[in-house]
C-alpha cells in the first residue's frame, strides 16, 4: 500500500530532517508555527510526497520507520533507542515462531521490536506493572502495528514470578527491560526452556554486577556476556567527511546468558588450565587434571 490514508500515523519531515508525528483524519487541519495544511490534501497521496503548508513552507510526507515512530511515539516510560532495539532481538536470538517473555512493556517499543521478531507464528507474554504505562504501550502497539493477536500483555510483578501459559511450555527466550533484573533471574532460570537466552538491559554498571553476579548464582546460566554499543554519525558533504558532532554515547547495558545443564559451567570454569605463569606450584595431580 503505497497511498497514505485516513488513521494513519504519519510524520512531516522538515529541510532540517526534523520529524513531526500526526495522524491523519479527514476533515481535519495539521498546524504548524503559523502555517497549516488539511489532512484531506495529504490522504491519498503516495507515500514520501512533498506537501505544501498554508505560508509556502515544503514537508516531506512519509510513513515512519520502527525507528522514527519509536522516537515520536507517546511514552510513559522512557523508550529505548533504536541503537538498543536493534541489538537485542539479535542478541537474544529472537526468531520467528519464538516463544518470547519480556518484562516490563513501559512504552512498547521492545514489545513491538520483539513482535516483528517473532513474526505471526510466535508470540510475546509481557508484564507490567504500571496500568498507565501499560494502556500506553497497548496504544502505541495498536497504532503502529494494528491488531497483534500473539501478544499477551498482563499486568503482574515480575519480580514475584514468571507465570507460564496453559500449555506449560516453557520460554525460548527471556527478555527483560527492568530496574532489577537480578531479582529475576531465579524465575527465568525455571521459565526458560534448556538452552534458552536470558537477556537484561540495565543503565549503569552496579546493575550489571548485580545481574551477573545473580546469573552465576543460579548455577544454571553460562556464556555470559555483557556489552554497549555507541552510535555515531557522519556527515558526508562532497569532500568534506567528519564524523557529526552529537553521537548517542551510552544508553545502557545488554547483559546475555544461556541456560545449560545445572552446574556444567561451574564445572568447566574450574577445570580451566590458567597461563603458563601461573603453573608454577602446581602439584603434579593438579597438572594431570588441567591436562585432562
Not at 188 to 211: D, E, H, M
Not at 237 to 249: E, K, L
Amino acid at each position: 500500500m503505497s497511498q497514505l490514508s485516513s488513521g494513519e500515523r504519519i510524520h512531516l519531515v522538515d529541510h532540517k530532517r526534523r520529524q513531526y508525528a500526526l495522524t491523519l483524519k479527514a476533515g481535519e487541519t495539521y498546524q504548524f508555527s503559523g502555517q497549516k495544511i488539511a489532512h484531506d490534501t495529504i490522504i491519498g497521496r503516495p507515500d514520501g510526497t512533498i506537501v505544501v503548508l498554508s505560508g509556502g513552507k515544503k514537508m516531506l510526507a512519509v510513513r515512519p520507520t520502527f525507528g522514527d515512530y519509536v522516537l515520536k511515539m507517546p511514552r510513559g516510560a522512557q523508550v529505548l533507542y533504536p541503537k538498543d532495539l536493534a541489538l537485542i532481538p539479535m542478541w537474544a536470538d529472537v526468531y520467528p515462531g519464538a516463544r518470547v517473555f519480556e518484562s516490563g512493556t513501559g512504552s512498547g517499543a521492545l514489545t513491538m521490536a520483539l513482535l516483528r521478531a517473532v513474526g505471526p507464528r510466535g508470540l510475546v507474554v509481557t508484564y507490567e506493572m504500571r496500568e498507565d504505562f501499560a494502556r500506553t504501550a497497548l496504544l502505541n502497539v495498536d497504532r503502529y502495528m494494528g491488531p497483534v493477536p500473539n501478544l499477551t500483555a498482563l499486568r503482574k510483578n515480575t519480580y514475584e514470578g514468571i507465570d507460564l501459559l496453559d500449555d506449560g511450555i516453557p520460554f525460548d527466550r527471556v527478555v527483560l527491560d527492568l530496574p532489577e533484573p537480578w531479582q529475576v533471574v531465579p524465575h527465568a532460570a525455571t521459565a526458560l526452556r534448556s538452552g534458552g537466552i536470558y537477556l537484561s538491559f540495565v543503565p549503569t554498571v552496579p546493575q550489571v554486577v548485580q545481574t551477573v553476579e545473580a546469573l552465576e548464582r543460579a548455577t544454571v546460566f553460562g556464556m555470559i556476556e555483557t556489552f554497549e554499543t555507541l552510535l555515531r554519525t557522519w556527515s558526508v558533504q562532497g569532500r568534506s567527511v567528519r564524523p557529526d558532532h552529537r553521537m548517542v554515547a551510552h544508553s545502557g547495558f545488554i547483559t546475555v546468558a544461556r541456560k545449560v545443564e545445572p552446574g556444567l559451567l561451574r564445572s568447566l570454569v574450574g577445570k580451566e588450565a590458567p597461563p603458563d605463569g601461573d603453573r608454577e606450584g602446581l602439584s603434579d595431580e593438579a597438572e594431570e587434571e588441567l591436562n585432562a
